[in-house]
């Protein structure tokens, strides 16, 4: 196992620096490696941490400062999350309490003691072995070190810190209301990213995060009685409660055991811990370890897991399949938080639920291995390429292994269409390029990121052929894992891929809540023509049958797309003869139909992968 283990790190060490190499010319990454000790009092919800941070500055420039995320400190009456949940519209409901006596809601954030905040202390900062001045401003700790970190220099911050952990509210916390005792997110102090963009200092206001590529090495010393599920590797399986069976810990002076845990190029580390945890694990085809850390309250609980367990191993092999090889040793589903979130190589999600929505979470978070960890995403500013394609893998791999569908014939994303619909006649669409903060309503939010960032990616195959799609994913993962890439990148990569020009399309979908709006019209010499009714001009595929019965697919291009799709392999196509126009102009309004013989129905993209707003004139028939 040593020897598997070496091996592993060998061709991982091998493997990033391979993928150093990416297709963007000058492109560069920082780099960290954490070592930390962590010395938990659970009965005060309290830590001490002790930390060595080496960061590795690959900038091209001298850094005179650099700067730490403190999430916890945004679990304070008078943060800026606080003032968020005050603010916004439609706040999140979980973080939301009604006030005594009234039917208005409170943040609960505002309720809290000072025993139930959260908070991080800084207690000592040192940068190469002197000491570092630094100061704290809600959730973010700005350092001013004593000498430069010299462009393609390391170096050394030893941090200690004393950190309480809040109650359950958003994320990380204590005592979640499924009964799980420690959640633990953004725990730790976090160096922020720098990139071409400069630092990114986003105050937590409970949305989502960026971080640099690194290495961890954690332990964790908890009260011998506790089972731990973690980002990484365990290194001391037998020295701990769960994972070996009749294992007996040895506690120290103290009655702690301390939990030891590794893990390669991730960018994010999660724990959660309770005494009640029970563990199982399974190994997928492709070789990795799948490990589930549960409550089991009952009897169909510990049947879901179960059931649930068997298909996350099959959701890896699927989407190792299609969006490329998952890379670490492990994956951790852990019970714990208030929903699902990501984290490297580990989830936290809520447990007592259903077998169809605990594998739908499961299969969502896990999916997050690729569409914001291995390619590091940059959640706080392209939202919808995180959530957007996460839920459209989700959504294939749920349809594949849960459902058990075939091939679909149509729209595999009809539901994601179906609520981007509502959102852009709502008159609460913003812009999907917004900054995730932003947003006016968690409901555009939600709506944008999610499913009209699912909605690109099933339209972009529209645009330049599911075969072509399935090709871009493929070559986008071989140039850019272990990278954090931009939305510009995959667009780059879908253009290589297809020969098409894709400016138009990423630009006014993301940039714009302009719509497509198509219809075909029939005049009154009998001929037909397509109108655009809308203000963002597409290709169009228009499906003919005659009245002898033979049928006909016009394919139209986009004159800005400067080349054509091939022919598509759907069911419904099979056996049609598909003919291609002259390209449409987006400066033109209509489009005549060039039918060879009567019409007995005329139909606008029977695949209904085109995201027309009114589809009702979509369709004549005789």
Same mark, same amino acid.
């Given at each position: 196992?040593?020897?598997?283990?070496?091996?592993?790190?060998?061709?991982?060490?091998?493997?990033?620096?391979?993928?150093?190499?990416?297709?963007?010319?000058?492109?560069?990454?920082?780099?960290?490696?954490?070592?930390?000790?962590?010395?938990?009092?659970?009965?005060?919800?309290?830590?001490?941490?002790?930390?060595?941070?080496?960061?590795?500055?690959?900038?091209?420039?001298?850094?005179?400062?650099?700067?730490?995320?403190?999430?916890?400190?945004?679990?304070?009456?008078?943060?800026?999350?606080?003032?968020?949940?005050?603010?916004?519209?439609?706040?999140?409901?979980?973080?939301?309490?009604?006030?005594?006596?009234?039917?208005?809601?409170?943040?609960?954030?505002?309720?809290?003691?000072?025993?139930?905040?959260?908070?991080?202390?800084?207690?000592?900062?040192?940068?190469?072995?002197?000491?570092?001045?630094?100061?704290?401003?809600?959730?973010?700790?700005?350092?001013?070190?004593?000498?430069?970190?010299?462009?393609?220099?390391?170096?050394?911050?030893?941090?200690?810190?004393?950190?309480?952990?809040?109650?359950?509210?958003?994320?990380?916390?204590?005592?979640?209301?499924?009964?799980?005792?420690?959640?633990?997110?953004?725990?730790?102090?976090?160096?922020?990213?720098?990139?071409?963009?400069?630092?990114?200092?986003?105050?937590?206001?409970?949305?989502?995060?960026?971080?640099?590529?690194?290495?961890?090495?954690?332990?964790?010393?908890?009260?011998?009685?506790?089972?731990?599920?973690?980002?990484?590797?365990?290194?001391?399986?037998?020295?701990?409660?769960?994972?070996?069976?009749?294992?007996?810990?040895?506690?120290?002076?103290?009655?702690?055991?301390?939990?030891?845990?590794?893990?390669?190029?991730?960018?994010?580390?999660?724990?959660?811990?309770?005494?009640?945890?029970?563990?199982?694990?399974?190994?997928?085809?492709?070789?990795?370890?799948?490990?589930?850390?549960?409550?089991?309250?009952?009897?169909?609980?510990?049947?879901?897991?179960?059931?649930?367990?068997?298909?996350?191993?099959?959701?890896?092999?699927?989407?190792?399949?299609?969006?490329?090889?998952?890379?670490?040793?492990?994956?951790?589903?852990?019970?714990?938080?208030?929903?699902?979130?990501?984290?490297?190589?580990?989830?936290?999600?809520?447990?007592?639920?259903?077998?169809?929505?605990?594998?739908?979470?499961?299969?969502?978070?896990?999916?997050?291995?690729?569409?914001?960890?291995?390619?590091?995403?940059?959640?706080?500013?392209?939202?919808?390429?995180?959530?957007?394609?996460?839920?459209?893998?989700?959504?294939?791999?749920?349809?594949?292994?849960?459902?058990?569908?075939?091939?679909?014939?149509?729209?595999?994303?009809?539901?994601?269409?179906?609520?981007?619909?509502?959102?852009?006649?709502?008159?609460?669409?913003?812009?999907?390029?917004?900054?995730?903060?932003?947003?006016?309503?968690?409901?555009?939010?939600?709506?944008?990121?999610?499913?009209?960032?699912?909605?690109?990616?099933?339209?972009?195959?529209?645009?330049?052929?599911?075969?072509?799609?399935?090709?871009?994913?493929?070559?986008?993962?071989?140039?850019?894992?272990? /990278?954090?890439?931009?939305?510009?990148?995959?667009? $780059?990569? @879908?253009?290589?891929? +297809? #020969?098409? =020009?894709?400016?138009?399309?990423?630009?006014?979908?993301?940039?714009?809540?302009?719509?497509?709006?198509?219809?075909?019209?029939?005049?009154?010499?009998?001929?037909?023509?397509?109108?655009?009714?809308?203000?963002?001009?597409?290709?169009?595929?228009?499906?003919?049958?005659?009245?002898?019965?033979?049928?006909?697919?016009?394919?139209?291009?986009?004159?800005?797309?400067?080349?054509?799709?091939?022919?598509?392999?759907?069911?419904?196509?099979?056996?049609?003869?598909?003919?291609?126009?002259?390209?449409?102009?987006?400066?033109?309004?209509?489009?005549?139909?060039?039918?060879?013989?009567?019409? /007995?129905?005329?139909?606008?993209?029977?695949?209904? $992968?085109? @995201?027309?707003?009114? +589809? #009702?004139? =979509?369709?004549?028939?005789?």
């Amino acid at each position: 196992m040593k020897l598997l283990t070496s091996i592993f790190s060998l061709l991982l060490l091998i493997f990033v620096g391979n993928a150093a190499q990416a297709q963007r010319k000058g492109y560069w990454q920082q780099a960290v490696d954490y070592t930390m000790n962590i010395d938990v009092d659970e009965k005060a919800y309290q830590y001490d941490g002790d930390m060595t941070l080496l960061y590795t500055n690959n900038s091209g420039r001298s850094l005179p400062k650099v700067y730490f995320h403190l999430y916890f400190n945004a679990f304070q009456p008078g943060s800026m999350m606080d003032h968020r949940l005050q603010t916004i519209s439609d706040p999140d409901g979980r973080m939301m309490t009604k006030a005594v006596g009234t039917n208005a809601r409170e943040s609960r954030i505002s309720l809290l003691k000072p025993d139930q905040i959260g908070y991080q202390e800084i207690k000592s900062l040192t940068y190469n072995g002197a000491s570092a001045k630094f100061k704290v401003s809600g959730t973010i700790l700005e350092v001013e070190l004593p000498a430069v970190l010299a462009d393609g220099a390391t170096g050394e911050f030893k941090l200690t810190w004393k950190a309480q952990v809040p109650e359950q509210i958003r994320r990380s916390g204590r005592n979640s209301r499924e009964g799980v005792a420690l959640s633990m997110a953004q725990w730790y102090p976090k160096m922020a990213h720098f990139d071409d963009y400069g630092w990114h200092l986003d105050e937590y206001v409970a949305r989502e995060f960026i971080a640099p590529f690194g290495n961890f090495d954690v332990t964790i010393h908890l009260d011998k009685d506790y089972v731990v599920g973690a980002s990484g590797k365990l290194q001391n399986p037998k020295a701990v409660k769960g994972y070996v069976a009749a294992a007996k810990p040895k506690a120290d002076k103290s009655g702690k055991v301390a939990w030891h845990y590794k893990a390669n190029q991730i960018h994010d580390f999660v724990w959660a811990a309770d005494p009640k945890m029970q563990v199982d694990s399974a190994k997928t085809d492709g070789g990795v370890t799948v490990y589930t850390v549960f409550l089991p309250t009952d009897k169909a609980v510990v049947e879901n897991w179960k059931t649930a367990l068997g298909l996350a191993t099959q959701f890896f092999d699927y989407s190792s399949s299609k969006f490329g090889a998952y890379p670490w040793p492990t994956y951790t589903i852990i019970q714990g938080g208030d929903g699902g979130m990501e984290y490297g190589t580990a989830t936290l999600i809520t447990g007592g639920r259903d077998l169809k929505g605990l594998v739908g979470v499961i299969f969502h978070e896990a999916a997050h291995s690729w569409y914001q960890h291995l390619f590091g995403i940059n959640e706080t500013v392209d939202e919808w390429f995180d959530e957007g394609f996460t839920s459209y893998v989700e959504e294939l791999a749920f349809q594949h292994l849960f459902e058990k569908k075939g091939a679909s014939q149509t729209n595999p994303m009809i539901g994601a269409y179906r609520s981007y619909y509502k959102l852009a006649l709502s008159g609460k669409e913003e812009p999907m390029s917004l900054l995730a903060d932003y947003y006016k309503t968690n409901y555009a939010y939600s709506n944008a990121s999610y499913t009209k960032g699912s909605v690109l990616v099933e339209q972009l195959g529209y645009i330049i052929g599911q075969e072509n799609l399935e090709k871009t994913f493929l070559q986008f993962y071989e140039l850019w894992k272990f /990278k954090h890439p931009t939305p510009n990148d995959f667009k $780059r990569v @879908a253009e290589d891929v +297809s #020969g098409i =020009n894709l400016k138009w399309y990423f630009n006014l979908f993301l940039n714009t809540t302009r719509t497509i709006d198509y219809a075909i019209e029939a005049t009154a010499d009998g001929k037909f023509a397509l109108r655009n009714k809308g203000d963002l001009a597409m290709p169009v595929d228009v499906w003919v049958e005659y009245e002898d019965g033979s049928r006909e697919l016009f394919y139209i291009p986009l004159r800005e797309m400067r080349g054509q799709k091939p022919a598509e392999g759907f069911a419904i196509y099979n056996n049609i003869k598909r003919t291609v126009l002259e390209d449409w102009f987006w400066t033109k309004p209509t489009y005549a139909l060039p039918l060879s013989k009567p019409a /007995k129905s005329i139909i606008i993209d029977p695949s209904q $992968r085109l @995201a027309d707003i009114e +589809s #009702g004139d =979509n369709i004549w028939t005789k």
